[in-house]
């Protein structure tokens, strides 16, 4: 669908339909990144770049308790945060972020995590998804986390073709109420944590295998699909 183009009603009903099954089948989806407020969770979020949640929620208490404040991070020793956050994977460049980010907070926005995502953009180390991540859940303000489960998932629903983060956004976005966009990212990110592998997907017992033109993927037996399925939680 060209960025231009108004989505087809059909495929706007589909896309809800699939959003309330969705809603039905996960009601206590939530973002699976420890914190308890705005700069914990632009933090967790740039370290869970290439690594798990549940990774990241096993280093950020201590991470947490040794900078609790923006300048902390600011001033912080790289060698010391490199040795904490080691085990989340490329810990020289994400604590190269965390030090830049923390430094741009206290110079452009007076220590204050930024509430926009045009200001949340320009800092280290955040793109469209660490902002959409930290704006929908520290600041109820409405965005789509395009991560690799979401892309795999809005493919196989058919929506788009596109491979753009940004333009799969803008897609999407088309096709829900702005006021669904946090929680359905949610929706859609535990559907492919739990059951629409990237490999094997789970078909035979999807919720969702009567409105997706790419059931099929994986097997369709109900014994064999049910042994696919994790039931998390990933956090």
């Not at 949640?53 to 600011?74: Q, S």
């Not at 006021?179 to 859609?188: A, G, L, N, Q």
């Not at 035979?204 to 049910?226: H, Q």
Request: hydrophobic residues 40%; charged residues 25%.
């Amino acid at each position: 669908m060209a960025m231009d183009e108004r989505p087809a009603l059909a495929l706007v009903r589909r896309a809800r339909k699939i959003n309330r099954i969705l809603t039905e089948t996960y009601p206590d989806a939530h973002c699976e990144l420890d914190f308890t407020n705005p700069l914990e969770l632009l933090v967790a979020t740039i370290l869970s770049a290439q690594c798990t949640d549940k990774r990241v929620n096993m280093v950020t208490p201590t991470l947490f308790a040794k900078y609790p404040t923006v300048e902390d991070y600011a001033a912080a020793d790289r060698a010391e945060m490199e040795e904490i956050i080691k085990s989340t994977g490329f810990f020289r460049a994400k604590t190269n972020s965390i030090i830049g980010m923390a430094q741009a907070v206290c110079d452009r926005y007076k220590g204050v995590v930024p509430h926009r995502l045009k200001d949340l953009v320009t800092l280290p180390g955040v793109g469209r998804k660490t902002a959409n991540v930290v704006l929908g859940n520290a600041f109820g303000v409405p965005g789509l986390t395009v991560d690799t489960h979401f892309q795999r998932l809005v493919r196989r629903f058919g929506w788009t073709d596109e491979t753009d983060p940004v333009k799969i956004e803008h897609i999407v976005a088309e096709l829900l109420p702005r006021k669904e966009w946090t929680m359905f990212s949610h929706r859609v990110i535990w559907h492919g944590r739990r059951m629409c592998h990237a490999r094997r997907p789970a078909c035979g017992v999807c919720p969702l295998a009567a409105l997706c033109p790419s059931y099929g993927t994986g097997p369709t037996a109900e014994k064999e699909a049910s042994k696919l399925v994790r039931p998390g939680p990933f956090s």
